[in-house]
């Protein structure tokens, strides 16, 4: 899995408003945002990277004023982390992923709905209860409303539960299938309806949503051990880890 998920990262940078290919690096970026959680970049499978050519990814990444930033499987390519390293890349993060298939996907009785949004104000709803639900730990995106109007119009979908007084209570997305897989992200429930199945709801709609439309598996990461329980209970299987490495100061 690992090598199906680390082709999945390129080709999903790829879709990027400006990709950019350097060596064996693919970088995505969007205008629209400055997000280092939106720009990065990732190796292609199998990766030996030069110090040039690492020195040439750093400096698109200042060239555009972004923090220099990747995400990907080291197994899938185990000399990208000692050559970055070298440069002077730091870790920022480490994350297990976890894969369902259309065999594991569960469907537990008793979830809320999801629904799809449509409007404008459905997504600003949903931005809003995703910034109120992940608080400091992952800063909001200029425009995320925005953002995840697009990822559904670029073939990605979007679910969220609505609370009984119309607001969101919680919302995720995937996005469009590449190499077989989809990237489910941004799980988020407002503290007020935790509790309630509600990350759980739009997990397993999301799967079975891009299952629907030939994505032979969804991947996702689990950012602690609450969390890992929602997925593995609507069938998500852990499968790997994911290292996010960014490069704080400039190259001397």
Do not use: K
């Amino acid at each position: 899995m690992p090598l199906d998920l680390q082709n999945f990262a390129a080709a999903n940078l790829l879709r990027r408003p400006e990709p950019v290919r350097i060596g064996g690096f693919v970088a995505g970026f969007d205008p629209a945002t400055t997000s280092p959680y939106v720009n990065y970049a990732t190796p292609l499978p199998g990766t030996t990277p030069t110090e040039a050519e690492v020195a040439a990814l750093v400096g698109e990444f200042r060239r555009r004023g972004l923090l220099p930033r990747l995400e990907f499987a080291p197994d899938a390519a185990p000399e990208v982390e000692p050559a970055l390293r070298r440069a002077g890349f730091s870790t920022e993060a480490v994350h297990e992923y976890l894969v369902c298939t259309p065999a594991t996907l569960t469907v537990p009785a008793g979830l809320p709905p999801t629904e799809t949004p449509r409007t404008n104000a459905e997504f600003a709803e949903i931005d809003a209860a995703l910034t109120e639900a992940f608080g400091e730990e992952f800063p909001a995106p200029a425009d995320g409303a925005s953002l995840l109007r697009r990822t559904q119009a670029r073939g990605g979908a979007v679910r969220f539960v609505r609370a009984e007084d119309g607001r969101c209570a919680g919302a995720a997305s995937c996005s469009a299938p590449a190499e077989g897989t989809a990237e489910l992200a941004g799980v988020g429930t407002r503290p007020a309806y935790r509790g309630r199945g509600v990350a759980a709801a739009v997990t397993s709609a999301l799967a079975g949503d891009l299952f629907e439309r030939g994505a032979e598996s969804v991947w996702l990461e689990a950012s602690g051990e609450g969390s890992r329980r929602v997925y593995e209970r609507v069938g998500f299987r852990q499968r790997g880890t994911r290292l996010y490495l960014r490069l704080a100061a400039p190259l001397p």
